[in-house]
């Protein structure tokens, strides 16, 4: 290791940076690189088993999460595996991890809004031809007045 060098009287006013470059040689600053970038991302099937597990896991961690927050909040949990598998595997993982998040979340949380009924898939159509239907039920519970029409 070098000595340290002592700093000039006039470079009391000079921006810290410059100071410090003095001080930090270049293996220092390589090794820094080289603890924050990565040169090459792992593997495509680690990643693509990555975000399969995040997403298998934040749907867990849903569940119970219904209780306590409104389920249109909770969309925010998907997020976490969506940013880890951008940071380290770029945009085209990401952004797969991303639709698939999405279709987990509507198919786990999102409650159905048109769920098919028994007359919409046409259950009932050999009771309304055979008489039998709604009309007879109607008719039973007011009683006599309503098979004569009035």
């Keep these: 290791m070098s000595a340290l060098r002592p700093v000039a009287a006039e470079a009391t006013c000079t921006p810290v940076a410059p100071l410090m470059r003095q001080y930090v040689g270049e293996p220092m600053r390589a090794r820094l690189v080289s603890l924050v970038a990565r040169p090459t991302a792992p ?3 680690v990643g693509l088993a990555i975000a399969a597990s995040l997403i298998i896991a934040e749907t867990l961690v849903l ?3 219904k209780v306590v927050a409104p389920e249109s909040a909770l969309g925010v949990v998907y997020l976490l595996g969506v940013v ?3 940071i380290v595997w770029g945009l085209w993982l990401a952004a797969a991890t991303c639709v698939v998040s999405v279709l987990a979340f ?3 949380h999102i409650p159905r809004c048109f ?3 028994d007359s919409s898939r046409g259950l009932d159509r ?3 031809r055979s008489g039998r239907g709604a009309s007879s039920e ?3 519970r007011i009683g006599p ?3 004569r029409g009035g």
């Design 126 to 128: 050999g009771n309304a």
């Design 43 to 45: 593997p495509l099937s």
């Design 138 to 140: 109607h008719a039973v």
């Design 106 to 108: 509507d198919f786990f």
């Design 84 to 86: 880890v598998v951008a």
């Design 115 to 117: 769920v098919e009924s």
């Design 63 to 65: 569940c119970p999460l």
């Design 145 to 147: 007045t309503a098979r």
